[in-house]
Nanobody, 119 residues
Framework: QVQLVESGGGLVQPGGSLRLSCATS????????MGWYRQATGKQRELVAT???????NYPDSVKSRFTISRDNAKNTLYLQMNSLKPEETAVYYC?????????????WGQGTQVTVSS
């Protein structure tokens, strides 16, 4: 069992940056594949970034070169650095942990943190 708590969301202007954190507890952080998803109001959930146990990362084209996912196994924490944010990226961002990347959505989810990109 893994508990996930996101933080770092808030209001940011277009073109700005935010760093999200996901603190984990309850199990060995280092054995899980991790990821970030987001869901805007009225839209489907979408993948933002994933990272394997060994640190291999993957991003959809929409965020590649602007977002960076990272993990600190010593601190049991996952991060998402988001740069050059766009208004359409306003959403609730969720941290996810699972046994493998392919089945990540069937794993453990945090409660989410709201990111609002607006002037």
């Amino acid at each position: 069992q893994v508990q996930l708590v996101e933080s770092g969301g808030g209001l940011v202007q277009p073109g700005g940056s935010l760093r999200l954190s996901c603190a984990t507890s309850g199990s060995t952080f280092g054995i899980y594949a991790m990821g970030w998803y987001r869901q805007a109001t009225g839209k489907q959930r979408e993948l933002v970034a994933t990272i394997t146990v060994r640190g291999r990362t993957n991003y959809p084209d929409s965020v590649k070169s602007r977002f960076t996912i990272s993990r600190d196994n010593a601190k049991n924490t996952l991060y998402l650095q988001m740069n050059s944010l766009k208004p359409e990226e306003t959403a609730v961002y969720y941290c996810v942990a699972g046994n493998m990347i392919a089945t990540l959505t069937t794993g453990y989810w945090g409660q989410g943190t709201q990111v609002t990109v607006s002037s």
